[in-house]
């Protein structure tokens, strides 16, 4: 567990905040004994592959913009782009979003490339949306009172306009504001006090179906403002919280991927009839695990659930010797190759079973993992090395992480 150490010091002397903007969702992770640090090597890579991948990215892009032509839904007026055959999508935060500069070269970037669809921040990490909110919860927390997306509806429009397909980010189970605000809502320690995570953060308690309503009802309203596609993030429990003493509000005896499963079910209904689609982010090696990995992410009960599944393959997440790769980091392809063979057997076995699978949709990694020395900076390289580890895979579909809204993409 040296390994484990050597991040947290590093988390402890960079500053907690800063990773996670970094990394996104996981920052310091450990699976089977095995930690992330890796010496730095350099992964093979013909660009003559790549000139060939971009064309080919091109082509497919034309195609996809093509067929996603505005709609209009009878029932709610609200404006839509059809899903397009292949999403290729980047992050924007709230802050980004709301205007300005950036966002205005971020919206160039798409129009310039095969891109075809951004996810923006409804419910960030904080737990304060980005929009002004009408929900009478949001009020009494105070949880959309000062929005960085001074018109969200106008925001849409105008992606809708350029044919951007819309992806809305709701943080759901990581809400600091909720767990500030409500802290009977929390996960508790034995003796009744809120249980908080190694870096002092208290998390909202998955089992509490208020809590699945005051998200639901987050997405089902930005769903109907004309938000394409709801995607929802931190839908686990914390990381680690399987052996800790702490209390639960499970009056059903459900297990935990069971909780995760019918907050997916329940919400996934709600935002459907608002007429908008669902997608659940979910870890890397989600893909792999033969188990919920202790924070109720099991591959079989969230892929049932939702249209898009969205395992973040980020290769500086993984430790030494996943997959037989020696250093993660520094072999991108095959990384990201192992993760989409499992996740693919793995909804080939449920399909063949006749259950619905959700459609595979990556987070592929656009940081530079600073804390793992030595590293890589991930550029444009690194990027269409994971693209083509996934069209070699038969997928097509991608996001790019870059918590600080930086992309080498061409």
């Not at 600073?370 to 690194?382: A, C």
Request: proline content about 5%; charged content about 20%; hydrophobic content about 40%.
């Amino acid at each position: 567990m040296k390994g484990t150490n050597r991040i947290l010091q590093c988390m402890a002397k960079c500053g907690l905040m800063a990773m996670l903007l970094a990394a996104g969702d996981l920052t310091d992770f450990t699976w089977k004994g095995h930690i992330r640090t890796a010496p730095l090597q350099h992964y093979p890579f013909e660009r003559a592959v790549m000139s060939k991948l971009r064309t080919s990215r091109l082509a497919v892009a034309q195609h996809s913009r093509d067929e996603a032509l505005p709609a209009m839904s009878a029932e709610r007026k609200r404006t839509a782009v059809k899903p397009p055959n292949h999403v290729r999508g980047i992050y924007i935060s709230g802050w980004v979003a709301g205007g300005g500069a950036k966002m205005n070269r971020l919206l160039h970037l798409v129009s310039d490339t095969d891109l075809n669809a951004v996810v923006i921040d409804v419910k960030n990490d904080f737990g304060k949306l980005t929009y002004r909110s009408g929900l009478p919860a949001t009020h009494r927390l105070g949880a959309s009172a000062a929005p960085s997306i001074p018109n969200m509806k106008q925001l849409i429009d105008r992606l809708h306009r350029q044919g951007i397909y819309v992806i809305g980010r709701v943080v759901v189970f990581n809400d600091p504001l909720l767990a500030a605000r409500k802290p009977e809502w929390s996960i508790h320690r034995k003796d009744g006090k809120v249980w908080k995570d190694t870096h002092g953060r208290p998390w909202i308690d998955p089992y509490r179906t208020e809590v699945w309503k005051y998200n639901s009802d987050i997405a089902a309203e930005a769903a109907s403002i004309g938000i394409d596609e709801i995607q929802f993030d931190y839908v686990r429990f914390p990381e680690g919280i399987a052996n800790k003493p702490v209390t639960y509000a499970n009056h059903a005896g459900w297990s935990r991927s069971e909780a995760i499963q019918r907050f997916l079910n329940h919400a996934a209904r709600r935002v459907h009839q608002n007429g908008a689609k669902v997608s659940a982010d979910v870890f890397g090696l989600v893909t792999s695990s033969q188990d919920d990995m202790g924070i109720g992410q099991s591959w079989r009960a969230i892929s049932r659930e939702v249209d898009y599944i969205s395992p973040m393959v980020y290769p500086s997440h993984y430790s030494n010797g996943m997959y037989g790769v020696a250093n993660p980091d520094v072999q991108p392809y095959a990384i990201v190759s192992h993760a989409m063979a499992d996740a693919k057997r793995r909804n080939r076995i449920m399909a063949a079973s006749g259950m619905h699978t959700a459609r595979l949709r990556p987070w592929l990694q656009s940081f530079t993992a600073t804390w793992v020395h030595p590293h890589l900076t991930y550029g444009q390289q690194q990027i269409e090395e994971q693209i083509r580890a996934l069209h070699d895979q038969g997928v097509y579909d991608f996001m790019l992480w870059s918590a600080s809204c930086r992309y080498d993409y061409r």
